[in-house]
T-cell receptor, first 110, second 114 residues
Framework: GIQVEQSPPDLILQEGANSTLRCNFS?????LQWFHQNPWGQLINLFYIPSGTKQNGRLSATTVATERYSLLYISSSQTTDSGVYFCAVRSGGSNYKLTFGKGTLLTVNP | DTEVTQTPKHLVMGMTNKKSLKCEQHMGHRAMYWYKQKAKKPPELMFVYSYEKLSINESVPSRFSPECPNSSLLNLHLHALQPEDSALYLC?????????????FGSGTRLTVV
């Protein structure tokens, strides 16, 4: 099946700093999602981005499908950005299963 | 209403008990999912329902039994669980199976099997 690798596994920032999270995938995809899981377990869908660039406030994401990677940018980080960021992908065909990466644990200190 | 509601939030059950987890959404989404998440791991897909029919069963043991009584409700019936089944159980929904309009997750049920 498709492989998803996220880096870095852990990231510690001071409030106000910027960061870039990376997701590499092993096959072509027709669905790529970024999620944030807060420390209480709630998963929030940030972006649907199988290709191209999207922005939502301080967050933006870029997927370069031909090179099989996606980047999530967080600018002016806040303590509420802390948690685990997951990339999840689905390859083509009739398999509708999302495969999750292992995640990046982000800690933003005040 | 843009939420997926899961009940109960916490559940402790013995290995001989029968219990059910409940998931509800009123967004008109036609795909609903059960995921299992162990500590410090990503969510693992268990079941997918599309238009109230089971589409995917990820080889889940029969002690987990899903049910979709209508387009808004998804249940997970639990019977004779093992301590290793202790985990966070997440329900999610999407407009359709493609997921191109995004996924909405519930806040989960933290299950402890004793």
């Amino acid at each position: 099946g498709i492989q998803v690798e996220q880096s870095p596994p852990d990231l510690i920032l001071q409030e106000g700093a910027n960061s870039t999270l990376r997701c590499n995938f092993s096959d072509s995809v027709n669905n790529l999602q970024w999620f944030h899981q807060n420390p209480w377990g709630q998963l929030i869908n940030l972006f649907y981005i199988p290709s191209g660039t999207k922005q939502n406030g301080r967050l933006s994401a870029t997927t370069v499908a031909t090179e099989r990677y996606s980047l999530l940018y967080i600018s002016s980080s806040q303590t509420t950005d802390s948690g685990v960021y997951f990339c999840a992908v689905r390859s083509g065909g009739s398999n509708y299963k999302l495969t999750f990466g292992k995640g990046t644990l982000l800690t933003v200190n005040p | 209403d843009t939420e997926v509601t899961q009940t109960p939030k916490h559940l402790v059950m013995g290995m001989t008990n029968k219990k059910s987890l409940k998931c509800e959404q009123h967004m008109g989404h036609r795909a609903m999912y059960w995921y299992k998440q162990k500590a410090k791991k990503p969510p693992e897909l268990m079941f997918v329902y599309s238009y109230e029919k089971l589409s995917i069963n990820e080889s889940v043991p029969s002690r987990f039994s899903p049910e979709c009584p209508n387009s808004s409700l998804l249940n997970l019936h639990l019977h004779a669980l093992q301590p290793e089944d202790s985990a966070l159980y997440l329900c999610a929904s999407s407009q359709d199976l493609t997921g191109r309009y995004g996924y909405t997750f519930g806040s989960g049920t933290r299950l402890t099997v004793v």
